[in-house]
């Protein structure tokens, strides 16, 4: 699995818990693909303070960073944790010295439990400052002074060996550090021991303790070591000033060596810093302008697939429309046909109608003209009386309401309005109750007649 895929699952793990999740995993690509986090894994765990708190799981950096101390490269277990409110606070630092090592005491930059406390981290600023930028000032200042050294030996059993019988106890002990310096010095490798990633081992503590001062030769009178010195005839101890000279020389040409390598390793890590710095302030310019793009596109193309939408939904629409208007259309030719010839045929009965009255007038022209009052002749008396009943009727009607209008206009007294008024409206009630009583009359005989004409047709259709 590839750096990028590896940070993208452990984002996708951890849910919400960064604000910035693109930089998160902008940042961890960078350094996973730098030369010093090349030994570093991504993975997730809760972030414990000092104080007791802690944090929901976030990203983490578990693996060694490399250092380099007096020419030999050396690998320094450490987890980097991203805090939740990454790129805006530093990372936190921790170093994990593994069963054979332990941390310095009164390190400058590493507290006893293991947190780096460095400049480049309380300076640290979201838009300038970097991950990569961060491995390499760790990596300085652990290559200045190492954060940690190798377990010594048990102390009874070095003290067994390096004790004489003349009570030369600090003699042995310079001369063991006398041969140990010469095979540091002739064989620098012997005492590296190499793990399953191939990094060498911390220093002993008595090499970091001593730094870069020559072992002296001065005079331990209070346990004889200074007597058996002046002793020329001794070959021990012209072997010990032998290596002491040795040893002074040695050291001074490690000084200049350290020196100068520490001044090309400070270069190299200046101009480290700066192209990373460079590289990741264009990669920031290339990344804004491709986000400047992709918003234009976008912009743009939101723009185009608005209007085309809008294009589309109106030809919709006027589809559509067009659809429910030729609908409209065929179903209004149909009605048209059908008034046509419904047209058609009243124009012929029309036709037909004229024709009839044309003959009928024609007919009629040769006949003596009826008056109009011999139009309507009634049919039995009942018939006439029931007319003349009714026109006296709606004669009462007339009379009443010009006696009422000559009342309202003041040519009429009351008292003659109340008299006329009584008498006829007696007349009007005799001649509606007398209408009323030949209406019954002349139904029931109809009715009478409709049975009998039954009975008689009962009676025809018997057998």
Not at 135 to 156: I, R, T
Not at 329 to 336: K, N, Q, S
């Amino acid at each position: 699995m590839n750096a990028e895929s590896s940070i993208t699952a452990a984002l996708a793990r951890l849910g919400a818990v960064y604000n910035d999740p693109p930089r998160v995993s902008r940042d961890g690509v960078r350094l996973l693909r730098s030369p010093l986090g090349a030994h570093l894994r991504p993975t997730t765990s809760p972030l414990v303070y000092s104080t007791g708190e802690s944090t929901p799981p976030v990203l983490v950096f578990s693996g060694t960073v490399a250092m380099s101390y007096r020419g030999t490269t050396y690998n320094i277990p450490v987890d980097i944790y991203l805090p939740p409110q990454y790129p805006h606070r530093p990372s936190v630092i921790f170093v994990r010295p593994t069963h054979g090592m332990m941390i310095k005491p009164n390190h400058q930059h590493v507290g006893p439990d293991g947190n780096v406390y460095m400049p480049y981290l309380h300076e640290w600023r979201a838009q300038s400052h970097s991950l990569v930028e961060m491995v390499v000032c760790v990596s300085s200042l652990f290559g200045a002074e190492p954060p940690c050294y190798a377990k010594p030996p048990d102390s009874s059993a070095s003290g067994n060996n390096n004790t004489s019988s003349n009570g030369g106890s600090g003699g042995g002990r310079r001369r063991d550090q006398i041969n140990t310096f010469m095979q540091g010095v002739f064989n620098p490798h012997a005492n590296q021991q190499t793990g399953s990633g191939g990094a060498a081992t911390p220093p002993s503590y008595d090499t970091i303790s001593a730094g870069n001062t020559p072992p002296t030769t001065g005079n331990h009178s209070s346990n004889g070591y200074g007597q058996r010195e002046n002793s020329n005839d001794d070959p021990d101890i012209r072997r010990a000033i032998e290596c002491s000279r040795i040893e002074a020389e040695l050291v001074d040409a490690k000084r200049k060596e350290e020196e100068e390598e520490r001044l090309k390793e400070a270069r190299r890590l200046s101009e480290a810093v700066e192209v990373a710095r460079q590289a990741q302030a264009e990669e920031e310019v290339v990344h804004e302008l491709r986000n400047q793009l992709t918003a234009r596109l976008q912009g743009r193309l939101s723009q185009f697939y608005s209007g085309a939408r809008e294009i589309i939904s109106d030809d919709l629409r006027k589809q559509t429309k067009l659809e429910r208007g030729s609908d409209d259309v065929r179903e209004e030719i149909l009605e048209l046909r059908r008034r046509k010839d419904a047209l058609e045929r009243s124009h012929i009965a029309m036709d037909a109608a004229t024709a009839d009255i044309h003959s009928f007038l024609n007919s009629m022209e040769d006949q003596v003209e009826i008056p109009v009052d011999d139009l309507c002749q009634p049919s039995s008396v009942w018939s006439r009386q029931m007319l003349e009943l009714d026109a006296k009727n709606h004669a009462i009607s007339d009379v009443l309401y010009f006696l009422d209008r000559a009342l309202v206009k003041g040519t009429l007294p009351l008292d003659v309005h109340l008299k006329n008024v009584r008498i006829l409206a007696k007349q009007q009630f005799m001649a509606r109750a007398l209408l009323t009583k030949i209406e019954q009359t002349m139904a029931a005989k109809a009715a009478a007649g409709k049975e009998a004409n039954f009975e008689v047709q009962q009676l025809l259709a018997l057998p």
